[in-house]
């Protein structure tokens, strides 16, 4: 004999939520209703795609602007880099020509200088001519401008040279606007990123495969990011709570098997079992909630159907059963009428368990005995009877 509890309640989903839009927008195209179900992926609603397509677009010239300053630059670099080390290694080559040209300039001042004065002192001996003194002379001053010509063109070739560097320590600068221009690249990239991913969210998706219970949204309507606009629930994993009397609830156990039916579905049965046991009682009823999880064939249980769970709670193996129609009460006692010789025996019986058809009989009769089912309710101790079956 099994003990039963029915129990009751509205079927809920694990996998609750409510949609809402990720953008700013108009609806477009709304494309389910109440009671649908959909796949995983599928498009729910679709807002007015001009402004976010507008801003891709937007996003795109930006980054085409961003990418050809960024090529400027680098070209312009390579340009300049060659150009920079032409021109130092130019400016090197003609400080050393001119180093080399002052130094023998240098040289024929000296030479010109000595034989200026040993020729003074040959003029002044008699020994030469006043026009070769005059000679001499000359070569010496000209040996002398040589060397003013030279330095000057040092000093000159020198002044190019620091301009060569310091075109380069304008290079090395050179490279902070390109390393400026590349990150402005990054940044019209990234821009173009969330563009398209805004675009993408005028398509709102089924986040899971469900149900959807609930729409709030219409086409023409406006809809702001964080604004539930549908609400879903999961098929996959279905279950109901229900209130059960304090005097039932010590009877019942985790995971106990639920055999559950379904007002929408007649007919049908599907299995269940106890998963939570909530153990505070409410203070009005006195009544403990309970969970039964429900195992959903086909996604054919929608959540919000009304349900009755039959929770087994005990059993009693080789129980003597007695058809309930067979029981009769009179002043608190429980009775049978056992037809034994032709005549109908009014037996006291102690009653246990019970269903809807069935009572178990813990005393009073045994395995085997007749009962009255049908018409005890007239009988009395000891009247003949004939048994019709």
Do not use: C
Not at 44 to 66: C, N
Not at 127 to 133: N, P
Not at 146 to 163: G, I, S
């Amino acid at each position: 004999m099994n003990r039963m509890l029915l129990v009751t309640g509205s079927l809920r989903s694990d996998d609750e939520l409510a949609v809402s839009s990720k953008v700013i927008g108009k609806v477009d195209q709304v494309f389910v209703k109440e009671g649908d179900r959909v796949g995983k992926g599928q498009l729910l609603v679709s807002l007015d795609p001009t402004a976010y397509q507008a801003q891709v677009e937007q996003a795109k010239a930006g980054l085409q602007t961003a990418q050809i300053r960024y090529d400027q630059a680098k070209q312009n670099e390579q340009l300049r880099n060659t150009q920079t080390s032409t021109g130092i290694a130019e400016a090197q080559q003609a400080v050393t020509v001119a180093q080399a040209h002052l130094a023998q300039a240098q040289a024929s001042d000296r030479q010109a200088a000595s034989d200026l004065a040993r020729w003074q002192q040959l003029y002044n001996a008699g020994a030469v001519s006043a026009q070769e003194l005059d000679t001499k002379r000359t070569a010496a001053d000209t040996a002398r401008a040589d060397v003013t010509v030279a330095t000057q063109t040092l000093a000159q070739v020198q002044q190019a040279l620091k301009a060569a560097q310091a075109t380069q320590v304008q290079y090395q600068l050179t490279q902070e606007d390109i390393k400026a221009a590349a990150q402005a690249v990054e940044q019209a990239r990234a821009q173009v990123a969330v563009a398209q991913e805004q675009l993408q969210d005028t398509r709102i998706v089924s986040p899971l495969a469900g149900v959807v219970y609930q729409r709030q949204v219409d086409v023409g309507e406006t809809v702001t990011p964080g604004q539930p606009f549908l609400n879903m629930a999961g098929m996959q994993s279905v279950y109901f709570e229900a209130e059960v009397p304090e005097t039932e609830v010590a009877d019942l156990r985790m995971e106990s098997p639920v055999t559950v039916t379904v007002d929408a579905l007649p007919g049908r049965e599907f299995n269940g079992r106890v998963v939570t046991v909530i153990p505070v009682a409410t203070a009005i009823t006195r009544t403990f909630r309970v969970r039964v999880q429900v195992v959903s064939v086909g996604d054919v249980l929608a959540p919000g159907s009304f349900v009755r769970g039959n929770v087994l709670i005990g059993q009693h193996l080789d129980a003597l059963l007695l058809p309930k129609d067979a029981v009769q009460s009179a002043v608190g006692e429980n009775y049978v009428f056992v037809v034994a010789g032709g005549r109908a025996h009014r037996v006291p019986v102690t009653l246990g368990w019970g269903d809807t058809s069935h009572v178990e009989a813990l005393s009073g009769i045994h395995e085997g005995d007749q009962v009255v089912v049908v018409g005890g309710s007239s009988l009395r101790d000891g009247d003949l009877v004939k048994v019709i079956r």
